[in-house]
């Protein structure tokens, strides 16, 4: 059964930082990693979604890299905003339902 | 063009009562997903929907949860006899229908059974 761990669960930085996410998963046979952010009280909006056979995606300030050997994701997120306080959740399919991390709760203060 | 909507927002029910849930896809979306959030947890997975395909109901936590999507497209979950341990954020999703297509959620419905 695959099992999905984000670390860590909550952080807190001042803005300009540069951050890093981590999620782990258990098994390496998978299609995609998915990392997805929720605000409070609201559903998860998409942000990269890494195919099995890519090694990172990038979207502005994002940045998600996939080593699918060791079991591993990042999102790196450049020089953080009070805006990107949310809950980051990661999700890995290895079949068509996929498997959710917890999240790692963010907030970045001015 | 249009996101994957749901109804109500916010309900709130008293114990025994039943419950109806209501997801719209994305149009021409084939897959969907029901999840389901409560406090300080992480997604649990509900059922899922693919097409005219039998749906993959493995996640429902008992027989009081049901759910049918109809025509292809609008999904109802529905609770019967809600316990308190039912209270959470029920989340929509639906996704072109391939294993490497982005998910796109729903708002949610927080759901409160008093």
Same mark, same amino acid.
């Given at each position: 059964k695959q099992e999905v761990t984000q670390i860590p669960a909550a952080l807190s930085v001042p803005e300009g930082e540069n951050l890093v996410l981590n999620c782990s998963f258990t098994d390496s046979a998978i299609y995609n990693l998915q990392w997805f952010r929720q605000d409070p009280g609201k559903g998860l909006t998409s942000l990269l979604l890494i195919q099995s056979s890519q090694r990172e995606q990038t979207s502005g300030r994002l940045n998600a890299s996939l080593d699918k050997s060791s079991g591993r994701s990042t999102l790196y997120i450049a020089a953080?905003?009070?805006?990107?306080s949310a809950t980051y959740l990661c999700a890995v399919r290895g079949s068509y339902i996929p498997t959710f991390g917890r999240g790692t709760s963010l907030i970045v203060h001015p | 063009g249009a996101g994957v909507s749901q109804s109500p927002s916010n309900k709130v029910t008293e114990k025994g009562k039943d419950v109806e849930l209501r997801c719209d896809p994305i149009s021409g979306h084939t897959a969907l997903y029901w999840y389901r959030q409560s406090l300080g947890q992480g997604l649990e997975f509900l059922i899922y929907f693919q097409g005219n395909s039998a749906p993959d109901k493995s996640g429902l936590p008992s027989d009081r949860f049901s759910a049918e999507r109809t025509g292809g497209s609008v999904s109802t979950l529905t609770i019967q006899r809600? %316990? %308190?341990?039912?209270s959470a954020v029920y989340l929509c999703a639906s996704s072109a229908g391939g294993l490497t297509d982005t998910q796109y959620f729903g708002p949610g419905t927080r759901l409160t059974v008093l």
């Open positions: 953080s905003q009070p805006g990107d | 809600t %316990q %308190q341990e039912d």
